[in-house]
Nanobody, 116 residues
């Protein structure tokens, strides 16, 4: 079992920055992918960014150039640095932990609101 705890969400002005963190604990595999997903009201959950154990990243087109995902394996933590935030980034952001073909876990989510 793996538990994920997100933090760092909040209210920010358009153009501002926010840094999300997700710490994993429990029975963590040696090789795993982590990522951030988000769900806005009335919309389906979408992938924002993912990062493999080998630090290969993938971003949604809507956040490329603005968001950066990173991980610290010594802390079993994944981060999402969000810059130049836009109102359309407003959503609940969920941390994801995935072991290829075997395990998939989610955090409870953290609210990010971008508004003036």
């Amino acid at each position: 079992q793996v538990q994920l705890v997100e933090s760092g969400g909040g209210l920010v002005l358009p153009g501002g920055s926010l840094r999300l963190s997700c710490a994993a604990s429990g029975n963590i595999a040696s090789i795993y992918t982590m990522g951030w997903y988000r769900q806005a009201p009335g919309k389906q959950r979408e992938s924002v960014a993912t990062i493999t154990n080998g630090a290969i990243t993938n971003y949604a087109d809507s956040v490329k150039g603005r968001f950066t995902i990173s991980r610290d394996n010594t802390k079993n933590t994944v981060y999402l640095q969000m810059n130049n935030l836009k109102p359309e980034d407003t959503a609940v952001y969920y941390c994801n932990y995935n072991v290829f073909r075997t395990r998939n876990s989610w955090g409870q989510g953290t609210q990010v609101t971008v508004s003036s």
